[in-house]
Every structure is written in structure tokens, then in C-alpha cells.
């Protein structure tokens, strides 16, 4: 399955100001997708950013807050603007694994933000 | 929006004994898989069903998909300490190409 690298792993962040997080990944895929995981919840998909066009956001979320950059096949960014304490979550990249959707996808390992 | 309900939300059990989980959901779709996290870092998949199965194996695991009843289980056999986590349910809905994810069952195993 494919490899992905996440950075960084945590981050303490005072409120107002933004945060980047990235995700490499050691093949080329064709969809990436950002992940929103709050305090002893699920995962809840925040948009899929697909190379060379704008990402698709998920009801509840919005390009302002939530810019994404993809700007080759094997990389992208997710921006966590205008913090707020709420934003307080992990966050955590996939991509569909080498095979297809039939082999399950792969994540990265997650940024654990804290927003004071 | 969450699809996907899980119960229990968390189980206890001894080492040694049985762990299922079970997993609702609501829409159509190509497969349903099983993922487990620990402490809260990025998730590791461990199984996959294709909706036009019913049951499958990989070790300790065996997971049955019903999608006349849109549910799932996750049975883990002779758990071990090391299987304390969180499991959670995610389905691949038909054309959607994502991953919809259930609540999940925090799963404790006691020495």
C-alpha cells in the first residue's frame, strides 16, 4: 500500500493564527482527502482535492477556513485558518491504496492540533 | 454526514475471550471496511468486504456483511492486550468514491 508521510505531528497554535499541514505520499494518486477527527469522535471527511482542479468540500466546510493545495500527484496541504479553540482535532490525510478502492486506503498518521 | 452506527460504544473484556463489534448503515455501497486506531494516532485498516460478500477471514478477524439489514460485525477471536483500541466501520459509497465512518467502539482488553 502506498506511503504516507504527514507533518507535523502536533502543533500547539494560539487562536487567530493558521495553521499548514501536509501530506506526501511515495506514489502517485489520483484523489486525496483531508480528515477532521474532534476529541473522542469519529473522522469526518472535510473535502477531496484532486490535482490540477479545487477541491470538493463536504457539507459544513468551507474553502475560507479550510484552503487546500494539490499541486502535483503525490503532495498536498491542508490550511486550518482564523483558529479557533474548537478547531482543536487531529487531522489526517488518506489516499486510496495501490490496487484500487477494493484495498482499502491508506493515512497518514495525523496532526494533533491544540488551538489556545 | 456520519453514516455508520457502531455499538457498543465501548467494550471491556478479558484476554483470552471473543470482541464483536457491530456496524450500521444507510446507503448503498461498494465495500465496507474495518479500521482500528490506537490513542488517537492515523488509523490502520484492517479489512475489507465487497458488498456482494458475506463473510471473511484474515487471522483473528472475521467480518459478515449483511446489506439486506445494511450492517456489518467484527469479530476478533482469542483477543490480546495489544487489540485495546478503536475500531471503527467505514463504507465506500456507490459513486461517491469516499469513505463514511461510523462512530466507532472503543475496545478494551484486560490482563
Known amino acids: 500500500s502506498a506511503v504516507i508521510s504527514q507533518k507535523p505531528s502536533r502543533d500547539i497554535c494560539q487562536r487567530g493564527t493558521s495553521l499548514t499541514i501536509q501530506c506526501q505520499v511515495d506514489?502517485?494518486?489520483?484523489?486525496m482527502f483531508w480528515y477532521r477527527q474532534q476529541p473522542g469522535q469519529s473522522l469526518t471527511l472535510i473535502a477531496t482535492?484532486?490535482?490540477?482542479?479545487?477541491?470538493?468540500?463536504e457539507s459544513g466546510f468551507v474553502i475560507d477556513k479550510f484552503p487546500i493545495s494539490r499541486p502535483n500527484l503525490t503532495f498536498s496541504t491542508l490550511t486550518v485558518s482564523n483558529m479557533s479553540p474548537e478547531d482543536s482535532s487531529i487531522y489526517l490525510c488518506?489516499?486510496?491504496?495501490?490496487?484500487?478502492?477494493?484495498?482499502?486506503?491508506?493515512f497518514g498518521s495525523g496532526t494533533r492540533l491544540t488551538v489556545v | 454526514s456520519q453514516q455508520g452506527e457502531e455499538d457498543p460504544q465501548a467494550l471491556s473484556i478479558q484476554e483470552g475471550e471473543n470482541a464483536t463489534m457491530n456496524c450500521s448503515y444507510k446507503?448503498?455501497?461498494?465495500?465496507l471496511q474495518w479500521y482500528r486506531q490506537n490513542s488517537g494516532r492515523g488509523l490502520v485498516h484492517l479489512i475489507l468486504?465487497?458488498?456482494?460478500?458475506r463473510e471473511k477471514h484474515s487471522g483473528r478477524l472475521r467480518v459478515t456483511l449483511d446489506t439486506s439489514k445494511k450492517s456489518s460485525s467484527l469479530l476478533i477471536t482469542a483477543s490480546r492486550a495489544a487489540d485495546t483500541a478503536s475500531y471503527f466501520c467505514?463504507?465506500?459509497?456507490?459513486?461517491?468514491?469516499?469513505?463514511?465512518f461510523g462512530q466507532g467502539t472503543r475496545l478494551t482488553i484486560n490482563p
Open positions: 488518506s489516499v486510496v491504496s495501490r490496487g484500487g478502492h477494493n484495498y482499502g486506503y491508506t
Open positions: 506514489s502517485q494518486v489520483t484523489m
Open positions: 482535492a484532486n490535482q490540477g482542479s479545487e477541491a470538493t468540500y
Open positions: 446507503t448503498s455501497i461498494n465495500n
Open positions: 468486504i465487497r458488498s456482494n460478500e
Open positions: 467505514a463504507t465506500d459509497e456507490q459513486g461517491a468514491q469516499k469513505l463514511v
